[in-house]
């Protein structure tokens, strides 16, 4: 089992940028695939970025593919999501979770068995 805890949110201008960090309990980048989420107000849950714990490459939704940057930072048990030019569309909770199955189904919330409480992003216009 390990805990999540996201950080790191805030109010931003349309265009601006903002780095979440989802900080782990214990090792997480060779037991779990880590994604972030979002939910907005009235909308699902949906899926933002992945890694994989195997082969270490990244996934994006297409909303977000080339303005969004996950990574991570093995000595600090973190994974990090880089957002840039940041649009009133991304205003959302983001969770980061994790995944141990390792199976290669990154965007299905159902595979996550852990959740941080979620930080807030706004963006405003």
């Known amino acids: 089992q390990v805990q999540l805890v996201e950080s790191g949110g805030g109010l931003v201008q349309a265009g601006g940028s903002l780095r979440l960090s989802c900080a782990a309990s214990g090792p997480i980048f060779s037991n779990y695939n880590m994604g972030w989420f979002r939910q907005a107000p009235g909308k699902e849950r949906e899926f933002v970025s992945a890694i994989s714990r195997s082969t270490g490459n990244t996934y994006y939704a297409d909303s977000v593919t080339g303005r969004f940057t996950i990574s991570g930072d093995n000595a600090k048990n973190t994974v990090y999501l880089q957002m840039n030019s940041l649009k009133p569309e991304d205003t959302a909770l983001y969770y980061c979770?994790?995944?141990?199955?390792?199976?290669?189904?990154?965007?299905?919330?159902?595979?996550?068995?852990?959740w941080g409480q979620g930080t807030q992003v706004t963006v405003s216009s």
């Open positions: 979770a994790a995944d141990p199955s390792g199976t290669p189904d990154y965007t299905r919330a159902y595979k996550y068995d852990y």
